[in-house]
């Protein structure tokens, strides 16, 4: 099980090169944290959706911007990462798991993984 933990209260990481960033362990779900903890500073309006439940569009799959017909969508766990930050939670992800969320204000519901396949193709 690769688990991901990160306290909201730490500090972000400083100097690190490409690789470092996006191809530890983590896969850049640190570095997509750290991005939204930065953006809940500078949209607190967005922060505000996240705490409320929604999925607001971000720089990754997964967020809905409006009723979809179908009901259905994949979303990246980097998503998630993003998401957490705004929140004000402790970043918490299993790589290996997928996560489903529902959107409080669609209705929509978002499968988050790190498969790349199905990030590819959906349903």
């Not at 090169?17 to 191809?23: A, D, F, I, P, V």
């Not at 997509?32 to 903890?37: C, D, L, Q």
Request: hydrophobic share 35%; net charge neutral; aromatic share 8%.
């Amino acid at each position: 099980m690769t688990r991901i933990y990160r306290s909201f209260s730490e500090p972000d990481r400083k100097n690190l090169t490409w690789e470092e960033t996006w191809r530890r362990e983590d896969k850049g779900l640190i570095k997509n944290y750290e991005v939204g903890r930065a953006l809940a500073i500078k949209e607190p309006e967005l922060a505000e959706k996240a705490k409320r439940g929604e999925l607001p569009v971000l720089g990754y799959k997964g967020g809905v911007e409006k009723i979809l017909k179908k009901k259905e969508k994949i979303g990246a766990l980097n998503y998630i990462a993003e998401w957490q930050a705004l929140r004000g939670e402790d970043l918490n992800i299993d790589m290996d798991e997928e996560m489903v969320l529902t959107c409080t204000r669609t209705g929509v519901t978002v499968t988050f993984t790190m498969d790349l396949e199905k990030l590819k193709n959906p349903f």
